[in-house]
């Protein structure tokens, strides 16, 4: 063999050698996964989050029974069957029972979740500590809601309830037996005199537009009492005439509400509150129209803001919130206008009905609550004069010096 044969030979054999030893050698496992690899699926997945149940208890005043008791239960299931977490307890409470129960149960460690009612003990009640502040609760929820509801809801700059229905009286007549309401007092008194019959409800809150229109003003800036300056006598004396020539009065507001719409009398003045009752009652033969104006001006009558107001015993503030800003929300206010008549205090709601929308116009057009804690030592002193002067036991002139001197000595005047 040559030595060229021979070294061709030599370089095979350490080719084959080499070849052998690689395949009989273990491939080296990595130390780690690459940087590509995808993570190990879990073996199962995280449970879903759940949402904690919440007890709300929840009051009213709306009469039993009525369109506004049907209106907000409707609104209460409809929460609670998009909401199955929240249970929501209602108790309807007797309105003339309603806010001192709250105040009571309330100063007392207890009360409701929540409650819904005209502004009316607003300002007393935030003075007392029992109703709570939600300014940071709404913040930024209260789109759609007019200004002047939001104002009927708020004291010293600090927002103490939802708001939702504004609320002032007018007057509801009978069109099948008077075809133009009376525009003044002067017609009211005619009409009366010729025979139509008015049921007219004591106390100083559904009269209350008469002492204006009567050019009376009830307080100065400073608070003190000013009726016995003018126009409160001249009020009294007018109802007592009226009185006189065939009008009805009775502290009763069911028995005057039962009256009209029984056809004992032809006219009543009340709220939107019992306007879905009135329609069910009447019909077409129902109208709603301005107090008579007065001789010295407009009789602006009190208005009022209903809200909801928390409680600040509730441990459950946001979730009732949330509840309140769905019950007084554009949908469930629209509920409350058809439904009850009740006119909503949102710019975004519109009255179908033209009786809703005259209560919107007199409530827009009236006299805001006042929230003042002089304001809160009215209501005695002046129900006491009506009911006198009415009983023939004193004169206006005497009522009313009697009513503003107990006032002003109630308020430190």
């Not at 879903?48 to 009213?60: E, G, K, R, S, Y």
């Not at 307890?89 to 460690?109: M, S």
Request: charged share 15%; proline share 7%; net charge negative.
């Amino acid at each position: 063999m040559n030595k060229r044969m021979l070294a061709l030979l030599s370089v095979l054999l350490v080719a084959a050698f080499v070849l052998s030893a690689c395949g009989s050698a273990a491939t080296p496992a990595p130390t780690s996964a690459p940087a590509t690899q995808a993570p190990a699926p879990a073996t199962q997945a995280p449970a879903p989050a759940t949402v904690a149940p919440v007890d709300l208890t929840i009051w009213h005043g709306y009469h039993a029974g009525g369109s506004e008791e049907a209106t907000i239960n409707k609104i209460v299931s409809d929460y609670m069957a998009a909401n199955p977490n929240v249970k929501i307890t209602v108790l309807e409470v007797p309105f003339d029972q309603l806010f001192n129960k709250y105040e009571t149960d309330t100063a007392a460690g207890g009360g409701p979740d929540m409650y819904t009612a005209p502004n009316d003990n607003l300002g007393s009640e935030v003075r007392m500590g029992v109703i709570a502040p939600i300014d940071s609760l709404v913040q930024g929820k209260l789109d759609g809601y007019t200004q002047s509801g939001i104002a009927g809801v708020t004291i010293d700059g600090k927002i103490y309830a939802v708001p939702g229905i504004a609320k002032a009286v007018g007057l509801y007549y009978n069109k099948s037996t008077i075809s133009t309401p009376p525009a003044t007092t002067d017609d009211l008194m005619n009409l009366v005199k010729s025979g139509k019959k008015i049921g007219l409800i004591t106390g100083g809150y559904f009269l209350w537009g008469f002492w204006g229109g009567f050019g009376g003003t009830l307080m100065d800036s400073t608070g003190k009492c000013t009726a016995d300056q003018g126009g409160f006598a001249d009020a009294l004396q007018y109802l007592s005439d009226l009185q006189k020539a065939g009008a009805t009065f009775d502290s009763d507001e069911g028995k005057m509400e039962t009256a009209f719409t029984q056809g004992q009398v032809d006219m009543v003045i009340s709220g939107p509150w019992v306007l879905g009752d009135f329609e069910k009652a009447l019909g077409d033969k129902l109208g709603v129209a301005p107090l008579p104006a007065g001789p010295k001006g407009p009789s602006k009558p009190m208005m009022g803001i209903d809200g909801w107001y928390v409680n600040p015993n509730s441990k459950n503030q946001q979730a009732a919130v949330d509840f309140a800003l769905y019950a007084f929300g554009k949908d469930g206010l629209t509920l409350y206008e058809n439904n009850a008549g009740d006119p909503a205090a949102r710019t975004d709601v519109t009255p179908t009905d033209p009786l809703v929308k005259a209560f919107a116009d007199i409530a827009a057009n009236g006299y805001p609550r006042p929230q003042s804690a002089e304001f809160g030592n009215y209501w005695g002193p002046f129900g006491d004069a009506m009911t006198a002067v009415l009983a023939g036991k004193a004169t206006p002139t005497d009522a009313v010096k009697t009513a503003c001197a107990a006032m002003n000595t109630a308020n430190k005047k």
